[in-house]
C-alpha cells in the first residue's frame, strides 16, 4: 500500500512539474520551446489552428482524404503543384529549373508519346537521333532563328575541368575553339545533315523525327508548362514544293490535334498564329490552343511551314525534274510535355490527379481486401484466385489493370493513393464479395460505388471507362465554349480580365504589330491565334482596337 501511495504521489509531483506554474520565474523556464511569442501571442495562434482543423473536417471526405492539396478555387497555381506533387509525377531537380520526371509522370509521357510516335509514322517520317552540343555558327546563319532563341541558349565553352584552390574550374587550356549550344531546338544542325543528304528530286520528300530533351534557359519555370530543360518531339522536313510543305505542316496540326483531343480529352482550337507571335524563321506558325480551368490559355503543339528560310541558309538544293537547282522547301514540328500540364489542369479536381482512361498508365487498380495466406489461407486463395480470374479476361479486353497486393498497406491507403494519382477505375473484392461472386468498382469520377458480378466485370469496367473518356472531353469542350466569348470594344477585354473574368476573348481584328504589343503591355492578353474555321466573316467588319477594316477574326487570352 505504501509503495502504491508513493507512486501516486510521484506521478502528482510529476504532473504538477510538467504543469505550467502559476510563479513567473516557473514560466519563464517552461518558455524555452517559443522563445519569440508571448503566452497572448500563442493562444491566437492556437485558435486560428483550431479553426483551420475544424474548416477541413467540414469540407467533406474526399478534401479530407488529400488535405495537403490546395483548392484551385483559391490558389490555382499552388493547386497545380500541389496535385503533381501529391500524384507523384514530379520532383524538385538540384538544378533551378529543371524537373525530375518520376516514374508515374513518365509512364503518364511515355503513353502520350506511342500514341503519338505511330501517328508520326503514319505520315511517312522516321525517327531519327541529331547531337545535343551545336556549334555556335549555326545559329548564327538563320538570323531571325538567333534572335528568337539567343537569350535562352546555355553555352558550353570547355571540355575539361580542373582543381585548383577554390575547387574544380573549366581548364583554361580546354577551351573549346568554338563555343557549343546546348539544344533549344534542332533546326540548325539538322538542315546541316540535309545538305549532305539532299541532292536531287529522288531525294524528296525527306521527313525526320525526334524524341529528345531541349535546353531554353527559363527564368520563371513551373513543371511541365515552363522548365529550363523538356522534353520533347519535334519533327522536320524538306519538299519540292511550297505546297507540298504547307500540306505537311497542316497535316501534323490536324494530328495534334487528334491526339490532344481524343487522347488526353482536351478539347483545342486550331489556328495560325499572328506575325509576332511565330516561331523564329517561321513563314507561317500553325497552333493549337486549350483552355484551362481558370480561363488562360496554353500554347499545346505547334506546327511551322518554313518556307525556304532554311534551305537558303544552309545551302539545301536539289535537282529538280527539268534538271535545274532549287532550294528545297521545309516544315517543323513539335510537342513537349507541356501538354501534360494541361492534362492536369484539364481534368484534375481538389482531390488530385484525374486521367482519361487512354492515358492512363492503369485504367483499373484491383485491391484485393486479404489477410494474408498466414491468417486466412482459404479466404485469401479464394479472393486471389477470383483476382487472376478477371485480370485475365480484362487484359484480354485490352484493358491496364494494376493488381496493388501490397501486405504493408491497408486498403484506405491504397484508396487514397490511386484516386490521388488519377486511376479511372477502383475494384475492391474481399471474402464476402467473393462469396457472393461480386466485386465493388469505384469511379474517379464522382467515387460512386457499384456491385458487379464478377462475370459482367470485364465488359462492365470497359463500358464505363470509355463513358468517362467521353465525359471528360464532353465537360471541358463546354467549358471551351462557355469561355469562349465575343468582344466588341477594347475597353470590354480590358475590363473583363482587370475582373479576372478570363477566357478566349474572340474579336475581329485588323493585323498590326505595334497594336498588337501596346494590347499585350496594357493588359498582358496576346493573340493566341486567327482561328482556322473562323476567317470567313469579314466582310464589313471594324476591328476592336482600331476601328479599321477586320483582316482577321482573333482569339486573345492570357497565356501561361
Not at 258 to 273: Q, R, T
Not at 498 to 522: C, H, M, P, S, T
Request: glycine share 6%; charged share 25%.
Amino acid at each position: 500500500m505504501r509503495r502504491a501511495v508513493v507512486t501516486m504521489l510521484s506521478l502528482r509531483a510529476a504532473r504538477a512539474f510538467l504543469r505550467p506554474a502559476v510563479r513567473a520565474p516557473l514560466r519563464r523556464s517552461v518558455q524555452v520551446w517559443s522563445a519569440t511569442e508571448s503566452p497572448q501571442q500563442q493562444k491566437p495562434k492556437k485558435k486560428k489552428q483550431q479553426q483551420k482543423k475544424q474548416q477541413k473536417v467540414q469540407k467533406g471526405a474526399a478534401t479530407q482524404a488529400s488535405d495537403s492539396i490546395c483548392s484551385a478555387s483559391e490558389d490555382f497555381s499552388q493547386w497545380y503543384s500541389d496535385v503533381i506533387r501529391q500524384a507523384d509525377m514530379v520532383d524538385s531537380s538540384p538544378v533551378k529549373g529543371c524537373m525530375v520526371i518520376k516514374p508515374w509522370g513518365m509512364a503518364v509521357w511515355d503513353g502520350l508519346k506511342d500514341s503519338l510516335d505511330k501517328k508520326i509514322k503514319k505520315s511517312g517520317a522516321q525517327n531519327a537521333y541529331f547531337p545535343l552540343l551545336i556549334p555556335r555558327s549555326f545559329l548564327s546563319k538563320e538570323a531571325e532563328h538567333v534572335d528568337g532563341f539567343a537569350k535562352e541558349c546555355a553555352v558550353v565553352t570547355h571540355h575539361r575541368l580542373k582543381g585548383d584552390e577554390n575547387g574544380l574550374i573549366p581548364d583554361p587550356d580546354a577551351e573549346l575553339d568554338e563555343p557549343l549550344i546546348i539544344r533549344p531546338t534542332s533546326e540548325t544542325i539538322i538542315w546541316h545533315m540535309f545538305q549532305k543528304w539532299i541532292s536531287s528530286h529522288r531525294d524528296l520528300p525527306l521527313k525526320i523525327n525526334q524524341w529528345a530533351n531541349v535546353v531554353r534557359w527559363e527564368m520563371r519555370t513551373r513543371p511541365f508548362l515552363r522548365s529550363s530543360e523538356f522534353l520533347w518531339q519535334e519533327g522536320h522536313t524538306a519538299h519540292a514544293t511550297s505546297a507540298e510543305a504547307i500540306a505537311t505542316a497542316e497535316e501534323m496540326l490536324d494530328v495534334y490535334a487528334d491526339v490532344v483531343e481524343n487522347v488526353l480529352a482536351v478539347p483545342v482550337v486550331k489556328g495560325k498564329k499572328s506575325a509576332i507571335e511565330r516561331f523564329a524563321g517561321a513563314d507561317e506558325t500553325y497552333t493549337i490552343e486549350a483552355l484551362m480551368p481558370n480561363g488562360w490559355a496554353l500554347q499545346s503543339g505547334t506546327s511551322h511551314f518554313l518556307g525556304q528560310n532554311f534551305a537558303r541558309a544552309f545551302d539545301v538544293y536539289y535537282q529538280n525534274k527539268e534538271a535545274k537547282r532549287d532550294l528545297v522547301w521545309a516544315t517543323s514540328w513539335g510537342v513537349s510535355t507541356r501538354l501534360l500540364g494541361a492534362l492536369v489542369m484539364t481534368h484534375s479536381d481538389d482531390a488530385g490527379l484525374v486521367l482519361p482512361p487512354r492515358i492512363a498508365p492503369v485504367q483499373v487498380a484491383l485491391v484485393p481486401i486479404v489477410k494474408g495466406a498466414e491468417k486466412d489461407p482459404e479466404g485469401t486463395q479464394t479472393v486471389m484466385s477470383l483476382v487472376d480470374k478477371v485480370v485475365d479476361e480484362c487484359e484480354a479486353l485490352g484493358l491496364r489493370v494494376k493488381v496493388d497486393d501490397r501486405e504493408n498497406m491497408r486498403p484506405g491507403a491504397k484508396y487514397f493513393e490511386w484516386e490521388r494519382k488519377g486511376a479511372p477505375l477502383r475494384l475492391e473484392v474481399g471474402p464476402r464479395d467473393a462469396a457472393s461472386n461480386v466485386m465493388v468498382v469505384a469511379s474517379r469520377l464522382g467515387g460512386e460505388k457499384q456491385t458487379i458480378a464478377v462475370d459482367e466485370v470485364p465488359s462492365y469496367l470497359k463500358q464505363r471507362l470509355d463513358e468517362m473518356q467521353a465525359k471528360l472531353f464532353a465537360d471541358a469542350s463546354q467549358r471551351l465554349s462557355d469561355r469562349t466569348i465575343d468582344i466588341d470594344t477594347y475597353e470590354d477585354m480590358k475590363t473583363r480580365i482587370a475582373n479576372e473574368d478570363l477566357g478566349f476573348f474572340r474579336v475581329y481584328w485588323k493585323a498590326d504589330d505595334a497594336n498588337e504589343k501596346a494590347i499585350k503591355e496594357d493588359c498582358a492578353a496576346t493573340i493566341r491565334c486567327y482561328p482556322l474555321d473562323a476567317q470567313g466573316d469579314l466582310e464589313g467588319k471594324t476591328c476592336f482596337y482600331s476601328g479599321e477594316p477586320a483582316t482577321h477574326v482573333a482569339l486573345f487570352a492570357r497565356a501561361f
